[in-house]
């Protein structure tokens, strides 16, 4: 709805914009929870959006003057925004929203911070949490960055295929962290949510279907191998969670409940990726994927994880990848030999660091893996997060 409004009335508007829906959805929780939730709950949403947006331009309380004198012809009781609420329309402004917000004069961490919050509907707080950085941060970034935009004079028009390409990067890491926030919820009080998941796959999808002003699609193999990784891991989203809500680890998957159709769609889009050329982190990432999708838990299958890994990790480092080396590394040659690699990340405040430490020092060292596990404990933030490692305190102390 955002975005919907900002092209028709400018990127500049993108506040006031914020302002209607925030109004939509108070509607709809008081509405909603009188007379039940409409037929069409997304249509209703939309039409409200627009009433809003109308009576903010009669009254000028929502839209700038500056606005109102651009689009406003006439008799102020005449006032009729023409916004286009077709399914069509929703979906381009979407996009043009997404490269508008991407646009190259922000910086990239910023950026990535306002396609998050306008486009994905993220909190501050998860905004932080999937960037590694403080709330105060990112209030600072997206303060900045619409100023820029509003400086800069952004529009929502799709960029030529070289300004799509400047931008791209940008769009690119936005989706992933969207379906990351889906796949494994920073929320307390979700595990999953498996609609944030669809919808970084949905936008990663019209990227494939976009014809830039050439009429060419794009065809970066990063946007085949950032869909073939987001289809392998959703093929598994069944089995994380058992029957009671709690969060199954991969060992323990009924590899049953994975979506074969999804592993064959990811297998497709792979193919697309590797034959369009250069490799991206993307690739490794969906080929690491790739092998969890494969049942058994023999030498080989670990030992290419392992490679894929090191490989990964040579071309775009990052903390949480070289914990997943650690535990692949165990896989292959052992715990005692992973501890070492483990610990020398030296990642102490990390949840992930000390869960890891806690399971490699099973059977090496029983103490050290409660230690572990109980660091891991006051660190978790989550209800399923803090279940699984009290299940583990107590395997632990049992034995």
Not at 97 to 112: G, K, N, R, T, W
Not at 346 to 361: K, V
Not at 366 to 372: I, S, T
Request: aromatic share 8%; glycine share 6%.
């Amino acid at each position: 709805m955002v975005a919907l409004i900002c092209s028709r009335f400018g990127v500049d508007q993108i506040d006031a914009a914020e302002d209607v829906v925030s109004e939509t959805f108070l509607a709809a929780a008081e509405t909603w929870g009188l007379k039940g939730v409409p037929d069409n709950p997304v249509g209703w949403l939309y039409r409200v959006a627009k009433n809003n947006t109308l009576n903010g331009l009669k009254h000028e309380r929502v839209f700038r003057q500056k606005v109102k004198r651009e689009l406003v012809k006439g008799s102020s009781s005449s006032i009729e925004p023409q916004l286009d609420i077709s399914p069509e329309n929703i979906t381009d402004s979407q996009l043009r929203m997404l490269f508008a917000v991407c646009h190259p004069s922000i910086p990239v961490e910023a950026q990535v911070s306002l396609a998050l919050r306008v486009l994905c509907g993220f909190t501050i707080d998860e905004i932080a949490q999937a960037l590694l950085t403080t709330k105060a941060n990112i209030n600072k970034r997206l303060y900045r960055a619409k100023e820029k935009l509003r400086q800069s004079g952004v529009t929502l028009t799709l960029p030529d295929d070289v300004g799509m390409n400047e931008r791209l990067d940008a769009v690119l890491i936005t989706v992933y962290l969207l379906f990351n926030e889906g796949y494994y919820s920073a929320s307390p009080d979700k595990l999953l949510r498996k609609d944030l998941c669809l919808e970084a796959m949905r936008l990663a999808y019209l990227l494939t279907e976009y014809r830039g002003g050439s009429g060419k699609a794009i065809v970066r193999p990063d946007v085949y191998s950032l869909l073939a990784l987001m289809c392998f891991q959703a093929s598994r989203l069944e089995a994380r969670v058992d029957a009671a809500g709690r969060l199954v680890l991969y060992e323990q998957q009924d590899s049953g409940l994975w979506n074969t159709e999804l592993i064959n769609r990811g297998n497709s889009f792979f193919i697309k990726a590797c034959d369009a050329g250069a490799l991206s982190r993307y690739h490794l990432e969906a080929a690491i994927a790739w092998w969890h999708t494969q049942q058994g838990d023999s030498r080989e299958k670990w030992e290419n994880i392992l490679m894929l890994y090191n490989r990964l990790l040579m071309l775009a480092y990052s903390p949480i990848a070289a914990l997943n080396r650690a535990y692949a590394y165990a896989r292959v040659y052992g715990k005692e030999a992973a501890i070492p690699e483990a610990e020398g990340l030296e990642l102490t405040g990390n949840l992930f660091y000390h869960s890891l430490l806690g399971e490699l020092y099973l059977g090496v060292d029983e103490g050290k893996a409660v230690g572990h596990f109980e660091q891991a404990l006051e660190l978790a933030s989550t209800e399923a997060e803090r279940a699984v490692i009290s299940r583990k305190i107590g395997s632990c102390r049992r034995s």
